[in-house]
């Protein structure tokens, strides 16, 4: 059987995709992954056969504009509000993506003549391609709480955004409400409560955060409890410079802890580095490496509820603290406090003393690590990417049979 998989061009959309990738791959199955120029390094690093399809879009200048940050809400006006004014934003820039991609994906697969298009949720160049041609899709989410639905209005209805239609129109074929199947690394005990019920297959999250050499000095126990401060890829991009000089404060706070805390800076420019301000002793900032190295030897992270960091830091059992400013980190972090794994500090009350009053929280309370173990043995316990195979040769089977 010939997969193609695809996403666009960000790495956080890729490495959730990967293990399923490979075991199509260890199964006898041809395996692509195709997506936009940029990623083509990340899918090449991975040891996946990438193929590079269509044009990459601006995505700075979206970011350049300020167009993800929430707008605060009117008095009389729901916080909802303010995430849906985002997320209209977020599925604008994703429909540019696909108008962008589609054109050199639907060429390929005419030509390699795929079997399944399994596809990261908001990418739609796979969903509109598998119409055009006949292809059955499979979504494959990447461990987000809260299944946010850019294609539909509310998100969790079933009336899509005009943006969404215009896709499909454009190829004179029928939009799809749904895929076949939907891939869900996100343990049940995760999930937001009262979504519209999908034909989910689940599977267990696998952490895979790129390529990288783990240094000599994780495998030696710290003397101090060990706290990770990472900001995410896409938090400079999408809040601005700026944000880094709250990095720094965040970073100074939690040092003043009895604590070693670990500083991520890889996703940062280095002339942006000064921002961060002066550093503790008992600070130590590190360039990339996999975050799945780091947080094994760690006691708490601090992050911005990004999917990729959280699972990976459930996976492992870490309780987190999540510090949020836009819907995809809120969601995430709610649902860790809600099942006891993690706390949540909104960025705009972020102070030195709430910091260390979460985190003092986080290492004293033998509640959080207790809960933080029970995730990650609720993750343990779904079905491994090798087992997700079979559900894909079978919807591949019925689609053949069907024709």
């Known amino acids: 059987m010939r997969i193609l998989f695809t996403a666009y061009a960000a790495r956080p959309h890729f490495y959730p995709m990967a293990p399923l990738a490979w075991a199509c791959l260890n199964a006898g199955h041809e395996v692509r992954f195709a997506s936009t120029p940029s990623l083509m390094d990340t899918v090449n690093e991975s040891g996946l056969p990438g193929v590079s399809v269509g044009e990459d879009i601006d995505a700075e200048s979206w970011y350049r504009r300020g167009t993800f ?35 050199g994906l639907v060429d390929y697969c005419r030509k390699w003549r795929p079997d399944l298009i399994v596809h990261d949720p908001v990418t739609f ?73 999908i034909n989910r297959v689940q599977m267990r999250y696998i952490p895979y955060n790129g390529p990288g050499v783990a240094p000599s000095w994780l495998l030696k126990p710290p003397s101090r409890p060990r706290v990770v401060v990472t900001w995410g890829t896409s938090q400079q991009k999408k809040l601005g410079v700026g944000i880094i000089e709250l990095f720094g404060r965040i970073a100074r706070s939690a040092a003043s802890l009895d604590v070693e805390v670990v500083l991520t800076v890889g996703a940062m420019d ?116 090798a087992s997700v195979v079979p559900a894909l040769e079978e919807i591949a089977a019925k689609a053949e049979a069907a024709k």
């Not at 707008?71 to 540019?96: C, G, H, Y």
């Not at 706390?343 to 009350?349: I, N």
């Not at 004293?364 to 993750?379: M, P, T």
Request: hydrophobic content about 40%.
């Open 69 to 103: 940050v929430p707008k605060p809400v009117d008095p009389d006006e729901p916080e909802i509000n303010a995430w849906m004014r985002v997320t209209d934003q977020l599925a604008e820039k994703q429909f540019s993506v696909c108008e962008h991609m589609v054109d």
């Open 270 to 385: 280095p002339e942006h580095r000064s921002h961060l301000g002066e550093l503790p002793d008992n600070v130590r900032a590190v360039d990339w490496l996999p975050l799945s190295a780091l947080v094994q030897s760690s006691q708490a992270i601090v992050h911005t509820g990004g999917t990729g960091v959280m699972m990976t830091s459930a996976a492992y059992g870490v309780p987190q603290l999540g510090i949020t400013k836009i819907p995809e980190g809120r969601f995430n972090v709610e649902r860790l406090v809600a099942v006891g794994a993690g706390r949540h500090l909104p960025q705009d009350e972020v102070d030195a003393p709430s910091v260390r009053d979460h985190l003092s929280a986080l290492l004293e309370d033998a509640s959080h690590r207790d809960a933080a173990g029970a995730l990650r043995q609720e993750i343990e316990e779904q079905p491994l990417p």
């Open 125 to 197: 160049a796979g969903p509109v391609a598998g119409a055009v041609l006949g292809i059955p899709t499979v979504s494959h989410l990447y461990g987000l709480a809260r299944l946010l639905r850019l294609d539909i209005k509310d998100w969790v209805g079933t009336e899509h955004r005009q943006g969404y239609l215009d896709l499909f129109g454009r190829w004179g074929v029928e939009p799809l409400l749904d895929p076949d199947a939907w891939i869900d690394p996100c343990p049940p005990g995760l999930r937001w409560p009262g979504q519209r019920e």
